[in-house]
């Protein structure tokens, strides 16, 4: 009970302490808020503009899971197909990596020719870093089944396809269901980026314009409300791994 209990305060202990040291340095430092704000300051901040800033998060949020819903379907679908079938692997993995390594705010302006500025760029953005790694880990799972499952099923008279359905994707799973807390978060990232390039709305845009004005408190209190649906995400993600692939996770405390 005391362990459970522990476990479930050392998040909010961490984060307590991390803003109370934030608060110690700024006010023992004397570090005007142009720099860095106190967290008091970002907190009357937020107060101030409190319907700004929650309409421009919900902005956001609507691109942010836009784009990640794109990109939970084609990594999917890239996934498999490229796990199930070397052919498939040889011809678009490099491609697929070679893309990936292209800074995704480099192609912003791009979209901003194709779409102009809105909500169309970030939603693309957010989908372009969302896929890559929902097909990593997919076609991983699809890579790593045991070859004695195989050979097995193959004995029971199990085509190519039977092998699939039957093992490879329930496989693959726990891997799918992993890489969404991570498709999450770099869907935020790519939504923001976006939107302080080619946006009239959006946390990245309020950040922008904040910035412009020298509004440092604002900036950070939109940081931290994106920080805050992050979180949240993941742990709705996280929370759906341990209902739907508890088959296939040890508890911490049986592997300890």
Avoid at 34 to 42: G, K, S, Y
Avoid at 68 to 75: Q, S, W
Avoid at 81 to 86: K, Y
Avoid at 204 to 212: Q, R
Wanted: glycine letters at 8%; one cysteine or more.
């Amino acid at each position: 009970m005391n362990n459970m209990l522990l476990k479930r305060s050392l998040p909010w202990l961490c984060t307590i302490g991390m803003f109370a040291l934030w608060q110690l340095l700024c006010v023992g430092l004397r570090i005007d808020s142009f720099i860095l704000p106190a967290p008091t300051e970002v907190w009357s901040s937020f107060m101030a503009h409190t319907g700004l800033i929650l309409s421009n998060a919900l902005q956001t949020l609507f691109t942010t899971v836009a784009g990640f819903a794109l990109g939970v379907g084609v990594g999917l679908l890239l996934g498999l197909l490229i796990g199930a079938s070397p052919s498939v692997y040889d011809a678009i993995y490099p491609v697929m990596i070679g893309f990936n390594s292209i800074p995704k705010v480099a192609i912003v302006p791009v979209l901003v020719i194709w779409f102009g500025i809105g909500t169309v760029p970030a939603i693309i953005t957010a989908f372009a870093t969302a896929t890559f790694p929902i097909v990593v880990n997919v076609a991983t799972g699809l890579a790593t089944i045991e070859p004695e499952w195989q050979d097995v099923l193959r004995v029971l008279g199990a085509n190519k396809r039977q092998i699939l359905t039957k093992i490879g994707i329930p496989r693959s799973m726990p891997y799918f269901f992993a890489s969404l807390k991570v498709a999450i978060t770099l869907a935020f990232i790519g939504s923001v980026v976006a939107e302080t390039v080619a946006a009239n709305s959006g946390i990245g845009y309020l950040m922008m314009t904040a910035s412009g004005r020298f509004d440092v408190p604002l900036v950070f209190a939109a940081l931290v409300v994106v920080g805050i649906m992050g979180v949240a995400m993941y742990e709705a993600f996280a929370l759906i791994e341990r209902r739907m692939t508890f088959w296939a996770t040890r508890r911490r405390e049986a592997v300890a």
